[in-house]
């Protein structure tokens, strides 16, 4: 386990906005996500999570009231902005990282969302938590396809959570690392089924978005994950 309070800890401001508003109208958001200079994968905002959370915002109508679960979601930046925009959010990570368990829930508490819980679900297992969770519309995930080692058991807690809830969606984001990266024929072996979601559709196709300089030049994908068969 990582001991936060050996590593140097900063906020980092997020404002999303409607392109056709201006920052002192109805039609923007602001987000503060407190970060850990650690080494390990989830105390900081990566290029995906931005990505993914310029998707839900471009989306804010269509998330309120929906239940969502975010995977991965170590300081939940896709999962803050779905509760700031009134979404009833799950944040979740590994529960052997209660560390990253403390920043999300340190995130919420930095953006005032005291009805959002944090949960310890490790992918590739079905423990009580998983299992307990409520009925899901949508889950999120930003660059969990990251260790292709953690792939199938990334895939298999996708696939539990779609079969508990056969209308819901992944929206998930990742970052392309290598020209024969995919995952396609592990979704054919879990019966699932992608939709590539093109950046420009909703504002992403920027180097910097939410007034941050990420997503950067990193090359980041949109993709809609259902079960095979779902329309989407």
């Known amino acids: 386990m990582c001991d936060t309070r050996a590593f140097r ?27 850990v200079l650690d080494p390990h994968y989830g105390m900081y905002v990566w290029p995906c999570a931005v990505v993914l959370a310029q998707y839900v915002w471009h989306h804010k109508e269509h998330v309120i009231g929906k239940s969502m679960l975010e995977i991965g979601a170590g300081v939940g930046l896709p999962g803050v902005v779905a509760a700031k925009c009134g979404a009833k959010v799950i944040l979740s990570d590994s529960a052997r990282f209660p560390a990253c368990l403390e920043n999300s829930q340190r995130s919420c508490e930095a953006n005032g969302l005291s009805d959002v819980v944090v949960l310890g679900i490790t992918w590739g297992q079905v423990s009580p938590e998983l299992l307990d969770l409520p009925q899901l519309d949508i889950v999120l995930g930003s660059d969990v396809f990251f260790e292709p080692e953690d792939f199938e058991d990334v895939m298999m807690t996708i696939y539990f959570l779609l079969k508990k809830n056969p209308k819901a969606q992944f929206w998930t984001s990742y970052q392309e690392r290598s020209s ?20 420009e559709l909703f504002n992403a196709n920027k180097e910097c978005l939410a007034q941050s300089n990420l997503p950067g030049r990193h090359s980041v994908q949109m993709i809609i994950i259902t079960l095979k068969d779902t329309h989407i």
């Open 9 to 35: 800890r900063h906020c980092k401001d997020f404002y999303f906005e409607d392109d056709d508003k201006t920052t002192d109208s109805p039609g923007h958001l602001y987000v503060r996500i407190p970060e």
């Open 180 to 199: 024969d990266w995919s995952i396609e024929a592990i979704l054919q072996k879990w019966d699932l089924q992608c939709v590539h979601v093109p950046l």
